[in-house]
């Protein structure tokens, strides 16, 4: 937890932002998840709404605000006998309650008819706990209180989910000195992962490896590792193979504090030190449209803007290796054509949770009021598509993918029949992928790369690091 102070100017502000409205905010925490049956749990991961705004990283709690009155209530039922003989000595709930500045508590049983007759405002649930009990107190059906997506929840409080994610979007320095420390965690199990590659190793070897670094400093991953010499598959998180010579390896992987500020980074390594010319064409070109979008970050400018220039400059590299036929490349980045190339998006949000307030709605959180989400591949995939502010953290993480069945959909539709060399195209269904991924933070006057210490990137630091491990 940041100090208690932190933890009050926070809610004060949300407080000031909800001016005008009425009744009360509700906030529910997570709690424990059984895996197989209640004492044997998933790991313990605490809501990161429940985070920003409370800090308290214990299971079970419950907290609201009076909008008119400003009161703020902890919620929650203090250990028994039975509970302490299991977890030894554990904070009362009042005790948890200073430590975040509220002054009144309560037991869980009190929360119903403390809400009762008043409006509720929430944010969406992400667990199906937390939706049972917003459901439960404001009378809605469980699906029409959880996250729902890139549309988000219609029900969730609309100036409740403006002003968090207002605040969540712009990270304050205390956030940021933890965003670099979680970025130094992911270079080290990063670092650990490249001296991993060997020819004949299980790819699971390595995902063992660089997790170990980051369990033995942090809270662990900030999402399922991905560990592929299948690039083409953007969430294989299959780690069955053996390590084949000539074969491109992604390795998209996130670190997460204790404090649970996140990471994340992808490289694409040569399982035997050396990229083969095909494979070092399309690496440079990934480099260099990461090193483009970087050059392009700043406040003011739209991070969908700077994805249509990356889409652009892989189009002009393929038409110089081929695989894009003469022709005018504006219509070409109009028309989506590079969306079969790179079909995601080029960055997300990134803070509290490797994909930060998506549970609130990608449209809201991603997308300025007078934006649109676009119905084409990849452009539509974009996640971050917003006017950068200072205090923004995003990832940059262009990439290009040749997936034999998509190209294949594509050449039997005739989508860009008269600009895709599809012939030529059928020579890289083997290739796999290739992407490269920097965590950014948007500054006054432009951007800089988050961590003390950037991982190896272009082609040769890349081949020369791997000559040394």
Request: charged share 25%; glycine share 10%; net charge negative.
């Amino acid at each position: 937890m940041f100090k208690k102070e932190t933890y009050m100017a926070r809610r004060a502000a949300l407080l000031q932002k909800m001016e005008g409205e009425k009744g009360i905010m509700l906030f529910i925490g997570n709690v424990e998840s059984p895996a197989q049956y209640r004492d044997n749990a998933y790991k313990w991961r605490q809501d990161g709404s429940w985070l920003y705004f409370l800090g308290i990283d214990e299971p079970g709690l419950a907290a609201t605000i009076d909008i008119e009155t400003g009161e703020e209530t902890l919620y929650g039922n203090d250990f028994d006998l039975d509970d302490i003989i299991w977890t030894g000595p554990m904070p009362t709930i009042k005790e948890l309650a200073q430590s975040t500045g509220i002054s009144k508590t309560a037991p869980l049983s009190a929360l119903e008819q403390a809400v009762k007759g008043k409006k509720i405002h929430f944010l969406p649930a992400s667990r199906s706990y937390n939706a049972l009990q917003i459901a439960k107190l404001t009378g809605l059906q469980t699906q029409d209180v959880m996250s729902a997506g890139k549309a988000g929840c219609k029900h969730a409080s609309a100036p409740m989910l403006s002003a968090a994610i207002e605040m969540r979007l712009v990270k304050t320095p205390e956030e940021i000195a933890l965003i670099d420390k979680a970025c130094d965690l992911g270079y080290e199990m990063h670092t650990v992962a490249r001296k991993g590659i060997r020819p004949g190793r299980i790819e699971q070897q390595i995902v063992g490896e660089m997790e170990g670094a980051v369990l033995s400093k942090g809270w662990g991953t900030s999402f399922p590792t991905i560990l592929t010499q299948h690039g083409e598959v953007f969430h294989c998180h299959s780690h069955a193979l053996p390590i084949e010579p000539g074969r491109l390896m992604v390795i998209d992987a996130g670190a997460e504090l204790n404090e649970h500020y996140c990471s994340d980074f992808t490289r694409t390594y040569p399982t035997c030190g050396k990229y083969t010319p095909r494979q070092r064409d399309i690496y440079d070109t990934v480099y260099d449209c990461n090193e483009l979008a970087f050059s392009l970050i700043a406040p003011g400018i739209s991070y969908r803007d700077v994805h249509l220039a990356v889409n652009r400059l892989i189009l002009e590299r393929f038409q110089t290796l081929g695989l894009i036929l003469p022709g005018n490349i504006d219509d070409m980045v109009a028309d989506g054509l590079c969306g079969l190339f790179l079909p995601h998006g080029l960055g997300h949000n990134m803070g509290l949770e490797c994909h930060d307030m998506e549970d609130y709605g990608e449209n809201l959180v991603g997308y300025d009021p007078d934006q649109q989400r676009s119905t084409q591949l990849g452009l539509g995939s974009l996640r971050m598509a917003r006017r950068l502010k200072p205090g923004n953290v995003i990832t940059d993480e262009p990439g290009i993918y040749f997936i034999p069945a998509l190209i294949e959909q594509w050449k039997a539709g005739g989508i860009g029949k008269n600009a895709i060399n599809y012939p030529k195209l059928e020579e890289y269904y083997n290739f796999g992928g290739i992407r490269i991924e920097d965590d950014i933070l948007v500054t006054e006057t432009g951007a800089r790369r988050l961590g003390s210490k950037r991982l190896p990137a272009s082609s040769d630091e890349v081949e020369n690091a791997m000559a040394q491990d």
